[in-house]
């Protein structure tokens, strides 16, 4: 709660306020269209369903010591940052599933830590050994 630091940014931190829970929204609906991508497709393609439960975490709300404000703003971070966690992972998953390729060396971008497993970029050989088909099989956009 590094904003306790700065009580003197009070007119600022309210003025942020009705942008911060605009995405309130956002997320609301993200998460309902990434579940029923989720449910619909992960069984089509024979994958797991990524566990919910494993990346929700309400519990701060119990704490006795924080505002009702604090509880609330402590729930909103939770959730937003619970179901980023979770899409990252469905979106991972279908990654996998239908990439796998890693993108072009760039000093500048992160990449996922499931793109270690990913083949190399601009690997034709290991892709077409990979995937055990011959490039001729590739007519879909050719």
Not at 12 to 41: K, Q
Not at 80 to 106: F, H, L, M, P
Request: glycine fraction near 4%.
């Amino acid at each position: 709660m590094e904003h306790l630091r700065h009580r003197e940014r009070f007119l600022r931190h309210t003025i942020s306020a009705p942008f911060i829970y605009a995405v309130f929204f956002g997320f609301v609906i993200l998460d309902v269209l990434v579940e029923i991508y989720h449910r619909i497709c992960f069984p089509l393609y024979g994958l797991p369903l990524v566990d919910r439960n494993k990346y929700i975490k309400f519990d701060r709300h119990r704490l006795p010591y924080l505002s009702m404000l604090q509880k609330i703003n402590c729930a909103y971070c939770s959730y937003g940052n619970w179901v980023i966690n979770y899409i990252r992972e469905i979106v991972a998953q279908t990654e996998i599933y239908w990439c796998g390729i890693q993108s072009k060396k760039d000093p500048n971008f992160i990449p996922p830590e499931h793109h270690k497993n990913f083949l190399p970029y601009w690997d034709e050989k290991a892709f077409f050994e990979e995937y055990g088909y011959d490039k001729k099989d590739c007519k879909l956009f050719h």
